[in-house]
T-cell receptor
Framework: DAGVIQSPRHEVTEMGQEVTLRCKPISGHNSLFWYRQTMMRGLELLIYFNNNVPIDDSGMPEDRFSAKMPNASFSTLKIQPSEPRDSAVYFC???????????FGSGTRLTVV | AQTVTQSQPEMSVQEAETVTLSCTYDTSENNYYLFWYKQPPSRQMILVIRQEAYKQQNATENRFSVNFQKAAKSFSLKISDSQLGDTAMYFCAFMNRNAGNMLTFGGGTRLMVKP
């Protein structure tokens, strides 16, 4: 298995632009998580899906952020419009139901200038 | 809600020596797991070791072991015979088994192993 695949690995965009981050979880993993990592706030959970349904989005910082999981093999995190304070590394992780074993993707480093 | 605190932002250790990273957590739950993750410069999050709260015996994985003090809500990581490849950020994490198995992370400790 190729693991959790995130794209792009790096993204540089201008303030005000729309940004879409993508994630392909491991096949058979029912749960998918989006985390954001910054120096100031560490690793924060943004949203959690189970069987493609958003279960907890309390960590989504504001309405500019949205996440979707149209099917079991794909999820997106969208920021519109982007702001410099959104600059961070965004991780996607997946896990099978009932397991403690998270698998993280390699992350997307987002820079908003 | 759970909180995880790592009080040591940075640590260093000489190669082949032993180092202990601290972690405390706050929860009212009884059914939980604790983890240590390693994040090298490659950014990949790598599971180092896990501990089930119901187990009294401390977990060990080769050169890595934990000191789990449930009453004190403390979960430290000991790295023995430190190697240059151990240089990384280390994150302590809490998983509430009664709430979707979501991970809550501490702020991290940057460990530098010196030759």
């Amino acid at each position: 298995d190729a693991g959790v695949i995130q794209s792009p690995r790096h993204e540089v965009t201008e303030m005000g632009q729309e940004v879409t981050l993508r994630c392909k979880p491991i096949s058979g993993h029912n749960s998918l998580f989006w985390y954001r990592q910054t120096m100031m706030r560490g690793l924060e959970l943004l949203i959690y899906f189970n069987n493609n349904v958003p279960i907890d989005d309390s960590g989504m910082p504001e309405d500019r952020f949205s996440a979707k999981m149209p099917n079991a093999s794909f999820s997106t995190l969208k920021i519109q419009p982007s702001e410099p304070r959104d600059s961070a590394v965004y991780f996607c992780a997946s896990r099978p139901d009932g397991s403690y074993g998270y698998t993280f993707g390699s992350g997307t480093r987002l820079t908003v200038v | 809600a759970q909180t995880v605190t790592q009080s040591q932002p940075e640590m260093s250790v000489q190669e082949a020596e032993t180092v202990t990273l601290s972690c405390t957590y706050d929860t009212s739950e009884n059914n939980y797991y604790l983890f240590w993750y390693k994040q090298p410069p490659s950014r990949q999050m790598i599971l180092v070791i896990r501990q089930e709260a119901y187990k009294q015996q401390n977990a060990t994985e080769n050169r890595f072991s934990v000191n789990f003090q449930k009453a004190a809500k403390s979960f430290s990581l000991k790295i023995s015979d430190s190697q240059l490849g151990d240089t990384a950020m280390y994150f302590c994490a809490f998983m509430n088994r009664n709430a979707g198995n979501m991970l809550t992370f501490g702020g991290g400790t940057r460990l530098m192993v010196k030759p």
